[in-house]
């Protein structure tokens, strides 16, 4: 049996931790109202992206002019790009390992296709790492300031690569915010990209060529899915983080709880010991 000492030291050690998860989960609190707002900003803007994109493929689609944007091109997917979005830190839940997960289950589901990867995010980078998977690029710490700048560069390669057709498709993976409890994961293809469908297009007056236009909102419209992703990522991760300390502080608590119900029952063994001791040794004197 642990003597009291012992018990008092665990009690103290678990308060300790509790104190730690309960910051943890106020500073990912904190971090998922800005990163949620960021979110939220960003969807209104991707949702009038893609409408526009669809009025200026309709127009084009009864064009004259021939010819197609390359990002357009449809091929048989025996090259694809996946890019794994996960988090640098862990202690958010199976926030990580799902997303690990779900890219090998898209490996198992391609058997017949080369499959190349871009790891942002230390987690997923250091287990595909690890596991000689083919990594075109891996990124780190993009989570801890989102650049826009930053996530184009990284579409604008893939981009380059599709292009010069040295891949055939790119797919995202990502866990997509809902709210504070609940995320997501996706699998989305970006690219080729699938152009949005218009059944009632308006009729709009172009002053410049929509095949021009076309062409200079297809790339816009990859590196806004990328910045999406990785936004969404981020809010979904906070989010998961914090869910997850806010059930290792209560777990804590009813730890700690145990703990003090044992100890009183220890102390309180102790004195009915020493008391049946002292008892004993009057009654011997006698």
Known sequence: MPSLIDIRRRIRSVKNTQQITKAMKMVSAAKLRRAQDRVIASRPYGAMLREILGNVAAAVANDEIEGKNPLLAQRPEKRILLVLVTSDKGLAGAFNTNLIKAA??????HPDASISMVLIGRKGRDFFRKRGATVVADHINMAAKLVYADVAAIAGKAMELYRREEIDAVYLIYNEFKSVSTQTLVARRVLPIQMP???????????????EMLDALLPRYVETEFYRALAESTAAEH??????????TSNAGDMIERLTLYMNRVRQA???KEIIEVVSGAAAAE
């Open 104 to 109: 090998q289950r898209f490996s198992v589901e």
């Open 197 to 211: 469908e218009q059944t009632n297009p308006p009729d709009y007056i172009f002053e410049q060529s929509p095949v």
């Open 239 to 248: 989010a998961a983080r914090m869910t997850a300390m806010e059930a290792a």
């Open 270 to 272: 102790s004195i009915t």
